[in-house]
């Protein structure tokens, strides 16, 4: 697709809605991403972020409503829209029993690329990611974070506009999650849009252009990390997670966790 | 170097046909990446396990089946007999193998969260799952026929075009058994929402095993009746029996050129194309959708909470037996699995259809005689002992099933947790599929059998068979020693083993000389069941000195 044609918002959600039996885990979710854009997405475990990200890739079906990427509604045309993505699922799943070259060879051939240049430019991001010398080993043996990279590598592997990073970051080194901040911000700067699911907020807060925090299935919060400070009347985006998120309060948890750790509340042998 | 951008330009114009299309090129590479991750079994390589690759182990168990199969009717005088034979065993081992270990892959979610996101059309991920289902039945079609082909080859006119003949239709036997296994299960995943097809599926697998069983059986019933070593009468039957008709095929190229054969090649061409087609197309378009639906199904099936039923309180009755806490965990996690996992059941419940089908067959040809009667009712077919046998031959369903799991990295805990018994944890799983099923199935065979024969005979044959089915059980056990739900799950594995299983005609020669016995003298009846209960400890004392010795060298590959 020629730029000129794209429309303006590279990711648009209308009326996004998924149920699972009698749990509504996205509800109603309306959201437009502007290309070149890095979108943050919070919330606390089962707010919906992932189930949101299988839906906009057409892993799942929404229960209403659809998105578009570049234009295109991923539940009609769901192979037009997915040429367009890149992924790296949360689950970090991927055929182990293969090399990195061969299942990046594998992906390139899904995405239609041609082989040669495949191969040429998985080695590159290998080399690049420091795992060239395990390049012809099965992943078996792989570290989660080997793992990553070369997951990493299979979502940018055909040039998408769009890419939906789902924990991102998962096992990788200080210095590879150095590389790949950057690299987000080289490549939104690029046009491509980015769609960043994570509970890591000092990332989010850095690499972020706007965070939109997800609660129960709904969206509680949608802006700059300023505008969220602002909002929450706190001076952290963590602050303000924990604002818009949490019932409890934190430190009764801890405390209960403790007690419940040592025993001490039901007067445990330990206390000898 | 940069690399070719998708035209999405030309894509994004692009009509309905475009998205429904099956892409070769994708269906190539999927297939080629699924024979890499199907031969390599690294986990097994990693811990040097295994010195043969499995695909050929399995290819040799089929190839000496066959090779017995083949020379047993080697006497066999016309074409026509020997190849429905042969055709048959080809054509039940193919769905019944199908049935056991690649009906879930074309039907499972397995590598949904790989694949989902990519440009895959609905009809590439289903073709590519199917071609490589068919590439095994392929090979196992081909290692289990070879031997017949040359047979045949040798022993009538026509030589080895003859031979080349037989192998054609045989695959082409063995294919349109396997699509139409298939076939069955896209009716199914068509016929019921997922949800409910994720609970039924389990019971169309065993339904399925009991038709299939119970055809098999039929047939050379009908042919021993008749007498193998001549020619068979082909009566009405033949257009009903789907063997007979590539049987009709083989005997064509012999040069024994009747229109009926002619008929009966062109069903027999005819049907496997139309079934073959059926099987690729019905699902296709909407595959993708059907497993994702599928996928989530199976999380639902999880957030649904346990209901407590009489079946659940009895299983955790057995519990009692287990001696110490190892054993115990052993036994909770496989109850927990069996009653959560689909796949895991859909392992497991396809082996009782195959005793039912041979006691449905018992009754309808008047076959299910009391086995310990003083002089018993002269019979044609030996069902009482195919009954035996099958209940036997269950167990290598419980132990391939209990040893493997999509989730086998969770076993890591068995290394990480100070435990002072690790075989512990699989007796306590051995123990819980004793309980839970094996016990529970011959109580049901034993008011099955009741109603047939004499109470007390029913009794004693089976208590013996349940002897026999524990020692086999041991055996198969002692053969993949491992901790419960800590193996991957192979294709080929439980394919291999049905080549052991094989060894337990052995098991047979203890059933038929302990009846016998037990109908001359009961006495001397009493003390061969006292005998085989020493055997049966011993081979339990020898399967934990196996697992201790195993089990201590374990280490955790994930």
Redesign the interface.
Known sequence: MDTTDRPDNAIEFRSLAKSFGDIEAVRNLDLKIPRGQICGYLGPNGAGKTTTVKMATGMIVPTSGTAFINGINIVESPLQAKLMIGVVPETGALYENLTPIEYLSLVGKLYHLERDAAVEKAEEFLRLFGIADSSERMMTGFSRGMKQKVLISAALLHNPDVLFLDEPLAGLDANTALILKELLKELASLGKTVFYCSHILEVVEKVCDRVVILNRGEVVADGDTEKLKEMTHRTSLEDAFTELTSEEDLSTTVRAFSRSITGKARGASNEQ | ??????R??R??H?NRN??EAADW??I???F??GL??DL????AR?RNRLKVPPMISMLATYAIIGSILALSLVRTSDPFTFTLLTFSAAMFMTAITVIMEYSSVVVSPN???????????SRTYYFAKVANLFFYVACTATALNLPAAIVVGFRFDGGAAVGFLYMIMALLACFAAAALVILLYSTALKLFEYQRFNRAITYVHSLATVALTFGYVLLPRMLIRENVTVAIEKGRWIWFAPPAWYAGGVELSVGLGDSRNLILALMAIVSAILVIHAALTMISLEYS?SI??L??SS??ET??KDRRTLRTRFATLGIMFCRNDEERAGFQLMQIYMRRSRKLRLRIYPAFGLPLAVYLFGLVSGGLNDPLAPRPVESTFPVMELLGFYCVFITLFFASAITQSDQWKASWVFFAAPLENRVGLLVGARKLVIWRYMIPFFCVLLVLMGLVMPPQSALLYLFITFILSLMAFALLSMASPFMPLSQSIEKTRQARQMGLIMLLGVAMVFLVAITETLRESRLAGAGAVVLLLTLACLSEIALRKRLASRLAREEF?G
């Open positions: 170097m940069s690399s070719r951008r998708p999405n330009d894509l994004r692009g475009s998205e090129g994708q190539r590479a999927l080629a990446a890499h991750l390599r079994s690294a986990r990693q590598d949904y969260d790989i694949l989902a996101h990519r440009p895959i059309s959708r994702a639906e996928a989530e999380t639902e957030i649904r590959v």
